[in-house]
């Protein structure tokens, strides 16, 4: 009786796993999105953007140089990519002395600087496997500020919805960079915050975090 | 009966409820850019399981991604149209482009038989725990699809 138990078990729980592997892997939505990246002009002070890449992205879209390339270099001064530990950018300017270039990661936002406007398509497909690790403060991050890319079809459409996916008590704030003024603008949901945003799919967020947390976005 | 011919029993029962749950998730779908460089042009290609053979026609409809966000999940109202109905191969070469601000999403289905409406699913995940879809994206496609079989 004890070994048909346990054999009844195994079936199962291999069978389980088996499942669940199988559906963390598929993915049968994808997206085709148009991201106007402005230049230094009346709708961006510096030329500054962050961007947010699909997370299976097409299979040329590597490393940042593979970026410069999609846009058209003479379009962009260099791609940024931020330094948890140190809370401070790298960049990647495919000119000589412009830096190392670097892999592009599932669920990392980036910043771009734009020489003239492009808009931007960009194809790609969802990826129901990655998880976003948003670190609190701590030998992986300075200051507990991640900069994050969700999936294009997540749920959360606001600074409020993305807090309380999270889990509101482990986030102190989501932070999305404004093109105009170069500044932030910041949503706590504690007393005296800011106003709420929108999220644009288009966009990266810095997400400031009380406590570690591994976050799967839940999605369309 | 002995714990070797148990369990020679029921793996096979395993694998076959396996193999019905990956049918009804779906195909893996890739978007690829026809070459790096400014406008690119976009094609969707998708994978159908090779556990499955049973894979014999695909299904992809196209909507708007802004539209859904804004409507928390709606598929009827984001739902602009039909882009292949029981096609049998991958891929669909030269998407339409989105212009600047707009947003696409597509789905593809697989169907296990052609011309047997509503054999696949166009769901991912849903109903499958721990799971990150929390709507069920079927009935709206089928209220709101403009494919013969919805």
New interface residues.
């Given amino acids: 009786m004890v070994?048909?138990r346990?054999?009844?078990a195994?079936?199962?729980i291999?069978?389980a796993l088996?499942?669940?592997v199988?559906?963390?892997?598929?993915?049968?939505?994808?997206?085709?999105?148009?991201c106007?990246l402005p230049a230094l002009g009346p709708g961006s002070l510096t030329g500054s953007n962050t961007l947010n890449f699909?997370y299976?992205r097409?299979?040329?879209?590597v490393h940042a140089g593979?970026v410069l390339?999609?846009?058209?270099i003479a379009?962009v001064s260099g791609v940024m990519k931020f330094l948890e530990p140190v809370d401070a950018l790298t960049v990647y300017t495919g000119r000589k002395g412009g830096g190392p270039s670097f892999p592009l990661q599932s669920g990392e936002g980036y910043f771009i600087r734009m020489l003239r406007p492009?808009?931007y398509?960009i194809?790609?497909?969802?990826d129901?496997a990655v998880v976003l690790q948003l670190d609190a403060p701590g030998p992986a991050s300075r200051s507990g500020t991640n900069l994050v890319a969700l999936p294009?079809?997540a749920?959360a459409?606001t600074a409020s919805e993305l807090m309380e996916g999270i889990g509101f008590a482990n986030v102190a704030s989501v932070q999305g960079f404004v093109t105009e003024t170069d500044g932030l603008r910041v949503y706590t949901g504690r007393k005296g915050s800011p106003p709420d945003f929108a999220l644009d799919?288009?966009a990266a967020y810095f997400i400031k975090m009380n406590t570690t947390v591994n976050y799967?976005?839940?999605?369309? | 009966m002995s714990l070797r011919a148990l369990r020679a029993s029921l793996l096979p029962l395993a694998f076959s409820s396996l193999a019905s749950l990956t049918l009804a998730e779906g195909p893996r779908l890739q978007i690829q850019e026809q070459g790096l460089g400014p406008g690119g042009v976009q094609d969707l290609l998708w994978t159908a399981d090779p556990e499955n053979p049973g894979y014999a026609a695909f299904d992809v409809v196209r909507g708007d991604l802004n539209a859904l966000r804004a409507g928390s999940g709606d598929f009827v109202a984001a739902l602009t149209g039909c882009l292949a109905e029981d096609v049998t191969a991958s891929p669909l070469p030269a998407l339409p482009l989105p212009a600047p601000g707009q947003k696409f999403f597509f789905l593809v289905r697989a169907q296990a038989t052609a011309d047997v409406c509503g054999a696949g699913s166009w769901n991912e995940a849903f109903g499958v725990a721990p799971s990150s879809q929390p709507v069920d994206r079927g009935p709206g496609i089928a209220a709101g699809n403009t494919c013969p079989c919805p």
């Fill in positions: 070994h048909t346990t054999a009844l195994l079936a199962v291999l069978a088996l499942c669940g199988r559906a963390l892997l598929a993915s049968n939505m994808g997206f085709v999105v148009n106007p699909p299976q097409d299979a040329q879209l593979d390339t999609d846009l058209g379009n492009v808009d398509v194809g790609g497909s969802s129901p294009y079809h749920t459409r799919p288009c799967v976005p839940s999605h369309y």
